[in-house]
């Protein structure tokens, strides 16, 4: 029997929150953050969209390098709501069902209906779990990540580095 309740909401999370109970699994796993390695079979779209959230979500502070395969998911379901979608735009909502006559004898939902709303909604949880929501977003506090000052191109005209 599987356990019962909500899914606990990780204390990276919780802490990210402000909540006092982020520091009640001190045993909890901290992976190093970072972007994971784009596993091969991630193509096309889901690429695409690999190499967009990828460095958004780095940039945020909430990847880390053990959340390869919940990206790769994220991505392969963005890929294929996008193409349920484009089978929508290309053949309607709707195609109709014919008598033995030929004449309509009613009009069927088409499969892609499902397949879009489905996968639309998977999306929308993984979405929330990243932080990649606003609503999400509103729950979380990050720290920001320290990164090197880098020079602008006035910055280096000025200094001679550019013409």
Request: charged share 25%.
């Amino acid at each position: 029997m599987g356990q019962r309740g909500p899914t606990p909401t990780p204390s990276a999370v919780l802490r990210l929150r402000g909540s006092w109970r982020g520091d009640a699994n001190p045993d909890e796993p901290t992976p190093e953050r970072g972007v994971p390695e784009c596993p091969a079979y991630i193509e096309g779209v889901a690429r695409s969209c690999w190499e967009q959230v990828a460095p958004m979500l780095d940039e945020m502070g909430v990847l880390t390098k053990a959340d390869g395969v919940a990206l790769a998911l994220l991505c392969t379901t963005f890929a294929r709501w996008r193409l349920a979608e484009e089978l929508l735009d290309e053949h309607g909502q709707v195609h109709p069902i014919l008598d033995n006559n030929g004449d309509v004898k009613y009009l069927q939902q088409t499969p892609y209906v499902s397949i879009a709303r489905n996968n639309a909604h998977a999306l929308k949880g993984m979405l929330e779990q990243f932080g990649l929501t606003p609503s999400a977003r509103s729950r979380i506090r990050v720290e920001p990540v320290k990164r090197a000052p880098t020079e602008d191109a006035r910055t280096k005209y000025l200094t001679g580095g550019g013409a």
